[in-house]
């Protein structure tokens, strides 16, 4: 089982560009949670995506998109960068199984996105 | 506004010594504190604490939460340089899937 993955490890782009990062969540997982770590913070929810549909977000603006596949991998869209949004994007699967409080995210190792 | 907040930001000890994590937490509807450990890049799950007082417990490392005081610890004793790594405390609320709130982490480094 490869667990997460996420591609590519490392991508610097320049202000006002677009970026795509993907991620293929653990074998059986169905649920993806996109986060965003700013150096030295916590991760930030960005959103989540269950049945090829986001099913919850964070408090972040329109320029951050995402897209489920039907095989449960799942992109981040970034539009018009901004240089704050230099960051470790941090991608999570899940399962959904019926009668569980805590479906235990599984992180991937994560794309360092640097924004010159 | 929920939030979660983690002391110390970060720690430095030697080989051998005991260590005490903090997380006090403010989440509304909350459903459990997640603890996970964050050597490199991708974050690894250690504990899921939903009642208060019932330590959990995983080798050297054990962590126990306090409902009524919005309080957890997270202990880890006879500490080793592979403990070395950023601790994270972590609000979970919502819905079974789990909407996370994450603390700053707890920056450890043990020194030989």
């Known amino acids: 089982d490869a667990g997460v993955t996420q591609s590519p490890t490392h991508l610097i782009k320049t202000r006002g560009q677009q970026v795509t990062l993907r991620c293929s969540p653990k074998s059986g997982h169905d649920t993806v949670s996109w986060y965003q770590q700013a150096l030295g913070q916590g991760p930030q929810f960005i959103f989540q995506y269950y049945e090829e549909e986001e099913r919850q977000r964070g408090n972040f603006p329109d320029r951050f998109s995402g897209h489920q596949f039907p095989n449960y991998s799942s992109e981040l869209n970034v539009n018009a960068l901004l240089l704050g949004d230099s960051a470790l994007y941090l991608c999570?699967?899940?399962?959904?199984?019926?009668?569980?409080?805590?479906?235990?995210?599984?992180f991937g190792p994560g794309t360092r996105l640097t924004v010159l | 506004e929920d939030k979660v907040v983690q002391s110390p930001l970060s720690l430095v000890v030697h080989e051998g010594d005991t260590v005490t994590l903090n997380c006090s937490y403010e989440?509304?509807?909350?459903?459990?504190l997640l603890w996970y450990k964050q050597e490199k890049k991708a974050p690894t799950f250690l504990f899921m604490l939903?009642?208060?007082?019932i330590e959990k417990k995983s080798g050297r490392l054990s962590s126990i939460l306090d409902k009524k005081e919005l309080f957890s610890i997270l202990n880890i004793t006879a500490t080793q340089t592979g403990d070395s790594a950023v601790y994270l405390c972590?609000?979970?609320?919502?819905?079974?899937?789990?909407?996370?709130?994450f603390g700053k982490g707890t920056k450890l480094s043990v020194k030989p």
């Open positions: 939903t009642s208060s007082g």
């Open positions: 999570a699967s899940s399962s959904t199984l019926a009668g569980t409080s805590y479906n235990e995210q599984f």
């Open positions: 989440v509304t509807n909350f459903r459990s």
């Open positions: 972590v609000g979970n609320y919502g819905g079974s899937q789990g909407n996370l709130i």
